[in-house]
């Protein structure tokens, strides 16, 4: 089963409106990141939040962490057509887990003009 | 400007042949990695280095074959032994294995008939 599990899998809304992704994992966690992509192009790292932040901020993205429900969110605030893309959460295991980077399956929004 | 250089974006290879894909990065990133990205689903991770000379096998590594000659480089060859190899591959790199940011190169789509 996946570490990082994203909620909803698809998301249309209209521009203006803010776009809410959440995502949960299983295990313990390093950090988490957010990744947004493109169609047809690579991932750009969005934010990473450490396990023992609760909430960070960047621009008009505001992501939230809940260690003891395992769950992350992604608040998008005044979307714009420009934010279509697909988002996804990626978890940071420890070292002595093998230091890897998980990712989820990713949540696909679509901002309407 | 720095970055990641997967080549080439589009590549088409008739099935029992190897092919190799190719991933170049002047970020003087020591780790880099290869995942394989497949309609509607998150990434798999399929290779990783840490650092010149040394490789481990991610989650999926049967079929793939990496190595690891100068810092820049990483390719990944696809052998005939992968079942299925028609995917969108993405190399990707950081300062460090275990929790940095990746920077992620624009992907090649292979497809194998």
């Known amino acids: 089963s996946q570490q990082g599990e994203e909620d909803p899998q698809a998301l249309s809304i209209q521009e203006g409106e803010n776009a809410t992704m959440n995502c949960s994992y299983k295990?313990?966690?390093?950090?988490l990141q957010w990744y947004r992509q493109n169609s047809g192009r690579g991932l750009v790292h969005l934010i990473l939040?450490?396990?023992?932040?609760r909430e960070k901020h960047s621009g008009r993205l505001r992501v939230t962490l809940d260690t003891s429900k395992k769950s992350s969110s992604l608040l998008i605030t005044a979307s714009r057509a420009a934010d279509t893309a697909s988002y996804f959460c990626?978890?940071?295991?420890?070292?002595?887990?093998?230091?890897?980077?998980?990712f989820g399956q990713g949540t696909e929004l679509s901002v309407k003009p | 400007d720095g970055g990641i250089t997967q080549s080439p974006k589009y590549l088409f290879r008739k099935e029992g042949q190897n092919v190799t894909l190719s991933c170049e990065q002047n970020?003087?990133?020591?780790?880099m990695y290869w995942y394989r990205q497949d309609p509607g689903q998150g990434l798999r991770l399929i290779y990783y280095?840490?650092?010149?000379?040394?490789?481990q096998k991610g989650d999926i590594a049967e079929g793939y074959s990496v190595s690891r000659e100068k810092k820049e480089s990483f390719p990944l060859t696809v052998t005939s032994a992968q079942k299925n190899p028609t995917a969108f591959y993405l190399c990707?790199?950081?300062?460090?294995?275990?929790?940095?940011?990746?920077?992620f190169g624009n992907g090649t789509r292979l497809t194998v008939t």
């Open positions: 990707a790199s950081s300062i460090e294995q275990g929790g940095s940011p990746l920077h």
């Open positions: 295990t313990s966690i390093n950090n």
């Open positions: 939040i450490r396990s023992n932040e």
């Open positions: 990626a978890t940071a295991l420890f070292y002595n887990q093998g230091g890897k980077l998980i």
């Open positions: 970020l003087n990133h020591d780790a």
């Open positions: 280095s840490q650092i010149v000379n040394d490789f």
